[in-house]
């Protein structure tokens, strides 16, 4: 299994602590069209991958055999799908979690579509910090990053599905917030199709008490619809798009897309 070091704004500053993904959460509830999760590839090192899928139990013997060699305080769940659309194996893997230690702080990853829904028990497993991947805030943007969204049962697409996340997403961090949980967002910068929506999810993000912002540059993965796109230049010049989002909300910029199964020191 590969082991790579990670970053996150749940250590406190200078604190020699280590944190863990444990990827028990195979499944999503949308269809970006630049994520293609692989299990098993090893020589890979970005989001919705992992070697292989753990069961609430092997993630919680993950956990026990990293958490005296790193030190282990945090304990998230990344990947490689959806966080709440695996919510029954996340909230078992926390509640594993916490009978050996108490202390750790628990942290997850989402699209927000069933934030709304689960909020309460999001914040009864005692889970601290949120992490919601927010791209556009216009359907018509956000129906070239989603090919589909699946909501009870019901399959959405084009405007229909990215306005129905969009909105989802929006309650969801008001709720959230009204439950003092942590927030952040994440943002892929995808050339000629959301780069005007970083100052609108900037300002967002200020109105509604986000503690960081984070933006993805975009990764072209072979086999989806943005394989082909160039992205040197956003690479280069991606500190432009967060001093625009600086003006309104704390910027993160030390990502490294991690793996779904990362562990190590900040």
Request: hydrophobic residues 40%; positive net charge; glycine residues 6%.
């Amino acid at each position: 299994m590969k082991i790579k070091e990670e970053r996150h704004p749940c250590f406190a500053s200078g604190c020699k602590s280590g944190r863990i993904h444990l990827p028990v959460a195979p499944i999503c509830n949308i269809q970006c069209n630049y994520c293609k999760r692989e299990f098993d590839c090893l020589n890979e090192s970005r989001p919705g991958v992992t070697s292989r899928i753990m069961s609430p139990e092997e993630a919680c013997g993950y956990y026990k055999k990293n958490k005296k060699i790193y030190n282990l305080a945090v304990a998230g769940v990344a990947g490689p799908g959806d966080a709440l659309a695996n919510w029954k194996e996340v909230k078992k893997t926390f509640g594993l979690i916490r009978n050996i230690n108490k202390d750790c702080a628990f942290c997850i990853s989402t699209n927000g579509l069933l934030i709304p829904r689960l909020s309460a028990e999001i914040k009864d497993t005692g889970i601290e910090y949120v992490t919601v991947t927010i791209n556009s805030l216009e359907k018509g943007i956000g129906a070239q990053i989603y090919e589909k969204v699946i909501f009870d049962n019901t399959v959405k697409t084009g405007d229909e599905a990215a306005g129905f996340l969009i909105d989802r997403q929006m309650e969801g961090i008001e709720i959230l917030n009204s439950l003092n949980i942590k927030i952040k967002i994440n943002f892929v910068l995808i050339p000629g199709v959301n780069e005007n929506q970083v100052e609108a999810v900037a300002k967002f993000a200020s109105k509604n008490r986000v503690t960081l912002m984070n933006i993805i540059p975009l990764i072209p993965i072979e086999g989806t619809k943005f394989e082909k796109l160039k992205i040197s230049h956003l690479r280069r010049d991606i500190s432009k798009y967060q001093n625009i989002a600086a003006k309104w909300v704390p910027i993160m910029k030390h990502c490294i897309h991690c793996r779904a199964d990362a562990v190590g020191y900040l």
